[in-house]
């Protein structure tokens, strides 16, 4: 073999091997080039949940086909809204529907941790009434939720049949929080804790939390994984505070479950890459 020869196979060899390694933490995208028939869009959205209508979009997908599609939950009371992972997740040639729940964010209506979970079930049933004018493959939905979304998704996900997958995002363990809390006065301490009242929410966060407080068999998750065995779940935190819950749904899940504990903060400021890598291969698969 020939000097030259060598070479190349060694540039070929090195170009593979880089590529293969650095494709855990690198997304290669490009701009979509469009269906004109069909093409992908934004789409202002007014979902009926309750006696009110949640303000919302569609991120549509390009082309005329029926679209899988994700729904995008929002944490407490949610600025972070994962809209880099949306757009990369419609590019990918899902539709993305991301709302607010009611009483939050100018969505009129109570705010509750129960209305929430409510909200996505008429979420995924809108879904079903309008998947021909929406395109979207009514079959194929999942979820995704962040902090209090990710407590959403698991207890949405109980109540969704046809729903198969959730990716639940640095889950605010609600129950934990709330377990050694007793007292009125106590409750309100939290509140301090919290930041006071969040003008964004249409209720007290006093009222909120009383809530956990009466129910805490409700929001500690660990009772709901036998509920969740016939589900795919992955669930990626910033700490290890939820091995409880994660260890319960791993030996009670039948179909598929995942967890990690990554070094990053809650909004996952370092890994926005790799946690959309992490979705798009949870979503293909």
């Known amino acids: 073999m020939n000097n030259l020869s060598t070479k190349l196979i060694f540039l070929f060899t090195f170009f593979i091997a880089t590529n293969a390694f650095g494709q855990r933490d690198s997304i290669v995208l490009k701009d979509i080039a469009w269906d004109n028939s069909s093409p992908a869009g934004f789409i202002e959205l007014r979902i009926p949940s309750g006696n009110n209508l949640m303000q919302g979009f569609i991120y549509k997908a390009n082309g005329r086909q029926k679209h899988p599609t994700l729904l995008l939950l929002h944490g407490f009371p949610g600025n972070e ?52 004018s929406l395109q979207i493959d009514a079959s194929n939905i999942a979820l995704f939720g962040h902090s209090m979304g990710g407590w959403i998704c698991l207890k949405a996900l109980q109540q969704l049949p046809n729903v198969k997958k959730g990716f639940a995002l640095s889950t605010w363990n609600i129950y934990s929080d709330f377990k050694d809390i007793k007292s009125d006065q106590q409750i309100t301490e939290k509140v301090k804790q919290e930041g006071g009242e969040i003008f964004v929410l249409t209720t007290p966060t006093k009222t909120i939390f009383e809530s956990v407080v009466k129910e805490p068999n409700y929001f500690n998750l660990v009772n709901d994984a036998r509920a969740l065995s016939g589900k795919q779940i992955i669930m990626v935190d910033e700490h290890s505070a939820n091995k409880e819950i994660a260890d319960a749904i791993k030996n009670s899940n039948k179909v598929y479950f995942d967890y990690e504990v990554w070094h990053t903060d809650h909004p996952f400021t370092n890994k926005r890459i790799s946690l959309i890598n992490k979705v798009l291969w949870f979503l293909d698969r």
């Open 81 to 132: 809204r994962n809209l880099d992972l949306a757009q990369v997740v419609r590019a990918h040639g899902w539709n993305v529907i991301y709302f607010n729940y009611r009483g939050s964010w100018g969505t009129p209506g109570q705010f509750s941790f129960k209305h929430c979970v409510e909200d996505v079930v008429n979420v995924v049933g809108f879904c079903k009434k309008y998947q021909d």
